[in-house]
C-alpha cells in the first residue's frame, strides 16, 4: 500500500529495518549495562565506529541519546566516559518500578488468567536450566522478559518501554548484584512467589512478593558500593 502526503504527492513505503543510529545505540547501550562497558570508561567515537562497522555520525547520535538518559558523560573537547552508577536514579527508578509493578501484578492476580499462569511457570522453569547451565546472560534475558510478559498481560506494555529507558543506572547496580552467591537462587523463588500468587488470585501476596522481589539490589547498594568503589558516583 502507497501513502500520500498532504499535497497529493505519492510517498514510497520506509523499509522496516533499524537505521544505523537505533543500531549503534541499542548495541552500546547492552554493553553499557551488561557492564561490559564499565562505569567511568573512556568512549573514543572512531573506535567505536570501527566495532560497529558504521560512521561516527550514527555514533555520535547514539552517544548524544545515551547522554540523555544519564549513562554517558559527553563533555565537549574532552573525554567522553561512561557515567557512573548514580544512586539517586537508582532509588527514583525503583520508585517508579514499585509504583507500576505491584500494581500491574495487583491486577493480574485479580483477573485470573490460567494462561498467563501457564506460560509464567514455563519461563521459570526454563530460567532453572539455564541457571543450571551457568548461561547467566540467558538468565538476565528470562528475568527482563518476566516483567514484559506482566506488563503486557496487564495491557501496560508501553510502560515498560519507558521503565527500561529509565533503568540503566539500576540495571548495572543488579548486574553486580546478581554474580552475588544466592542471588539468582533469590530471584527464581521470588519469581516463584509471584506466579504462585496470580494462580491463587492473591493480590496482595502478589504485591508483596513483587516489592521484595524490585528491593533487593537496591538494599544491597551500599555493601556494593564498597565493593566496587570506582564504579559509583
Known sequence: MRA????????????SRPSASEAAYVALRRAIVSLELPPGARLSR??????????????????????????V??????????????????REVAFLRLAVECEVVRRLA????????GRLRADHAHMREQLAAGDMAGFSIGDAAFHACLH?????GGLRA?????????????GLH??????????????AAVIDALAE????????AMRAHLSGSLAEAPRLRVEFPNYFS
Open 4 to 15: 500520500l502526503s498532504m499535497d497529493g504527492t505519492s510517498l514510497a513505503p520506509i523499509p
Open 201 to 208: 488470585g492473591e493480590s496482595l501476596a502478589a504485591e508483596a
Open 110 to 117: 485479580e483477573a485470573g488468567d490460567a494462561d498467563l499462569v
Open 73 to 90: 558523560e559527553v563533555v565537549p573537547q574532552s573525554a567522553t566516559r561512561v557515567a557512573r552508577i548514580d544512586l539517586h536514579q537508582c
Open 162 to 174: 519507558l521503565v527500561v529507558s529509565r533503568s540503566g543506572h539500576l540495571d548495572r547496580l543488579r
Open 46 to 71: 572512531q573506535e567505536l565506529a570501527a566495532s560497529l562497522g558504521v560512521s561516527q555520525t550514527p555514533v555520535r547520535e547514539a552517544l548524544i541519546r545515551l547522554g540523555e538518559e544519564g549513562l
Open 178 to 191: 546478581l554474580p552475588q552467591p544466592g542471588k539468582p537462587q533469590a530471584i527464581l523463588a521470588q519469581h
Open 152 to 156: 503486557e498481560a496487564a495491557g501496560v
